[in-house]
């Protein structure tokens, strides 16, 4: 079976802080995706970073970067200059390639300080 | 340019209640559809998925329904809601393989 786990229920922040959270993962599948999606307190899901697995190179995207070690089954997303507008909920996600499934973690409530 | 719309954004239904949630994709043709809930500090779970008109995957046995009567419409339903259909409901939509644009949810509370 395949899982997500993201072990941080709860961060916080201070602004223009650099902040982690974690992820890892469960799959036996040799092609997958794993994604970070943003849900800010207007509930709707937002893309942050996708990642495919058989890229070696981190994805990056602006301020938001990822740490994807495969071996190791993990997936954190380093947020740089923190800002206000981050705060909200994040959730880790897999998808094997060939299904239509996302897989998600239960979030990471983050909270960015003034 | 390319959107979703979901509505209603809130609902009270009681108990024994009939449900339809309506999804609707502007922008594009063809799109993978999707119904997820999510329950408080739980993850999304996958309820329905959709790969055309009259193709509807369903993931998880229970008391919901959904329907693609069109091409960009996807519609969650139910005959008689139980207290545990109570959740945020979300429709989302693909068309790039994996990635997905969400709608805005709605939270349904059945009393």
């Known amino acids: 079976a395949q899982t997500v786990t993201q072990s941080q229920p709860e961060m916080s922040v201070q602004e223009a802080e650099t902040v982690t959270l974690s992820c890892t993962y469960d799959t036996s599948e040799s092609n997958y995706y794993l994604f970070w999606y943003k849900q800010p307190p207007s509930r709707q899901m937002i893309l942050v970073i996708r990642q495919e697995a058989y890229k070696q190179q981190n994805a990056t995207e602006n301020r938001f970067s990822v740490n994807f070690q495969k071996a190791a089954k993990s997936f954190s997303l380093k947020i740089s200059d923190s800002q206000l507008g981050d705060t909200a909920m994040y959730f880790c996600?897999?998808?094997?390639?060939?299904?239509?499934?996302?897989?998600f973690g239960t979030g990471t409530r983050l909270k960015v300080l003034a | 340019s390319q959107t979703i719309h979901q509505w209603p954004a809130t609902l009270v239904q009681p108990v024994g209640s009939p449900l339809s949630l309506e999804c609707t994709v502007e922008g594009t043709s063809n799109p993978n559809l999707y119904w997820y809930r999510q329950a408080a500090g739980r993850g999304l779970q996958l309820l329905f998925y959709s790969v055309g008109i009259g193709q509807i995957s369903s993931e998880v046995p229970q008391n919901l329904s959904a329907s693609r009567p069109q091409d960009r419409q996807f519609i969650l339903s139910s005959k008689k809601l139980l207290l545990s259909d109570s959740g945020f409901y979300l429709c989302?939509?693909?068309?790039?393989?994996?990635?997905?644009?969400f709608g805005s949810g709605t939270r349904l509370t059945v009393v």
């Open positions: 989302a939509w693909s068309v790039q393989y994996g990635v997905y644009t």
């Open positions: 996600a897999l998808l094997s390639s060939g299904t239509y499934k996302y897989i």
